[in-house]
C-alpha cells in the first residue's frame, strides 16, 4: 500500500509540472502554401523582405517575438507575399512602440 501510494504521489507531481501549449491570441498563423501551379512571385518581394528583416534587426525583440516573426517572414518569402500583408501580420507581434519604430526605419530607408 505505501509503494501505491508513493507511486500516485509521484505521479500527481508529475502531472502537475507537465506544460501544455496554449495558442497565442496575438500569434498570426502563417500564410497557407500556394496552391500547386501557382505562378511564382516577382524578386522585389524578396528583397522587401530582406529590408523588412534588416530593420527588424534593430529592434529590441524578446525571443518570442523574434521567432514568430521569423516564421511569418519565412512563409512570406516562400509565397511571394506582398510585404504590406506581411507588415499587417507582425502588426501582431509587435507592440505599438516597436511598430512606429519599425515603420520609421522602413520609411527613412525608402527615402535614401
Known amino acids: ?15 502537475t509540472n507537465v506544460l501544455i ?3 497565442s491570441a496575438q500569434t498570426p498563423a502563417p500564410p497557407p502554401p500556394p496552391p500547386a501551379g501557382a ?17 527588424l534587426k534593430q529592434l529590441n525583440l524578446t525571443m518570442r ?17 506582398d510585404k504590406k500583408v506581411t507588415m499587417k501580420q507582425i502588426s501582431g507581434v509587435l507592440s505599438p512602440d516597436q511598430m512606429a ?12
Request: glycine share 4%; proline share 5%.
Open 1 to 15: 500500500m505505501k509503494k501505491f501510494l508513493l507511486a500516485m504521489a509521484a505521479a500527481a507531481t508529475l502531472a
Open 21 to 23: 501549449p496554449v495558442a
Open 39 to 55: 505562378p511564382v512571385a516577382p524578386a522585389a518581394n524578396a528583397a522587401d523582405h530582406d529590408k523588412l528583416e534588416a530593420a
Open 65 to 81: 517575438q523574434k521567432i514568430q516573426i521569423g516564421k511569418i517572414v519565412k512563409a512570406a518569402k516562400a509565397n511571394g507575399q
Open 101 to 112: 519604430k519599425l515603420k520609421q526605419m522602413l520609411d527613412a530607408k525608402a527615402s535614401k
